[in-house]
């Protein structure tokens, strides 16, 4: 429930809604709420005074980078504490302006179109930690301070592997990776596949992306050259090599 419901100023809405499902998606990723922590621990009486202070008058987010007040506790309130470090900071800033300027500005919380954008982009970023298998998120911040990404479950150094942008659109390519029609237009569509993963039989280490859309494609190399890839044919993944899918051409990065 929003602060501005819970201490009786406003009726539900579309921005009230929009901190609902923020507060739903902080559950979902962080198995906790995100006003509940150290001042939540610390209330011996949960009467409705006290609630309305920790939900309504006096919220504080338990990530606010400028005010500590509210940290999960240790040993009461771990899932928060493990799961936020395992997202990419794109995701977290997200989290913080709805739980900080967004808690007492309803107009400037998360759009259900800003979470969906940075929930495609996540899915796209996935690296698979090659000592252990688990699915570690790429974090950009990490990547532009040149800091390393290392696995959560095994605490190994993951390398980021190559990826083809397309548009704003990046995909991380792995041996299960799914080009999807998303990932070509930009239109949400996650389920219909246009192109997967094919490595060649004589060189394991020469992987394709194959056509597995209706239309034919075009391969562009580094030194300009083209070449058709038509429906069922792969083009070879290489760095600054292109990919004309039409109206949009990707690059491999
Ligand atoms: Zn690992």
Known sequence: MAPEIVV???KPSRNTDLYSLAVLLFYMFMLNHPLEGKLEASIRCMDVFAMNKLYGTDPVFVFDPNDKSNRPVRGYQDNALIYWDL???????LFVQA???????????????KWLETFANMMSEIIICPNCGA??????????????????????????????QIEKRRIIINQSTKLYMHHITGDYDMETVV????????????WGIKNEST???TYIKADGTQAPVA???????????????GQYIGEFK
């Open 8 to 10: 009786g100023k406003a």
């Open 87 to 93: 997202y990419p900071q794109k995701l977290k800033d």
């Open 99 to 113: 739980f900080t300027v967004g808690l007492s500005t309803p107009a400037k919380r998360v759009t259900e179109n």
């Open 135 to 164: 699915e570690v998120f790429l974090d950009e911040s990490k990547e532009a301070l040149g800091v390393a990404h290392t696995c959560w479950n095994c605490q190994g150094v993951v390398p980021i592997p190559v990826s083809i």
């Open 195 to 206: 192109g997967s993963i094919s490595i060649n039989p004589n060189n394991p280490k020469l």
């Open 215 to 217: 239309e034919n494609w």
């Open 231 to 245: 429906t069922g044919r792969s083009a070879a993944i290489v760095k600054d090599a292109k990919i004309n899918f």
